[in-house]
């Protein structure tokens, strides 16, 4: 997929070790983000792969890019594990386009409204509280 510009960034700091947060990330990746969608919203969007996302890049412990398209759409979040002096972050990052004036439409919809902001600072919570449960860091 060629490069996408980008949508928006957003980040959180973990209280927890790198390794724990990676492994948080991972079992977000491969669980909530890996199912697949209804086969009737599969179908009628043009949803490819049939979850949203399949793995595209994955330089592990610190870097996982997702990628998938849909009739609106073509899409990419990607997270990055940033240890630093004081503690971690994880950060995930939105770049995408949306051809045509239906795609202009669903950005409005879904970025404009905020919808895509909440949705992704609620996965950053997820994966920080899973980590934090799991690391003896925190």
């Not at 849909?70 to 949306?98: C, I, K, M, N, Q």
């Not at 795609?103 to 409204?113: A, P």
């Not at 905020?114 to 690391?135: F, K, N």
């Amino acid at each position: 997929m060629d490069s996408l510009p980008v949508v928006d960034e957003h980040s959180r700091k973990v209280h927890a070790d790198p390794e724990h947060v990676w492994s948080a990330l991972m079992r977000f990746v491969r669980g909530p983000l890996a199912r697949p969608a209804p086969r009737a919203f599969v179908a009628m969007w043009n949803l490819e792969p049939v979850s949203g996302f399949d793995v595209a890049e994955e330089s592990a412990p610190r870097h996982v890019a997702l990628r998938g398209h849909h009739r609106f759409s073509r899409y990419e979040l990607a997270f990055d594990v940033v240890p630093g002096p004081d503690g971690v972050t994880v950060r995930a990052r939105t770049s995408a386009e949306f051809p045509g004036i239906a795609g202009t439409v669903y950005r409005g919809l879904v970025i404009g409204t905020g919808g895509h902001r909440l949705a992704v600072r609620h996965m950053l919570r997820q994966i920080a509280r899973s980590a934090e449960r799991a690391s003896p860091a925190s």
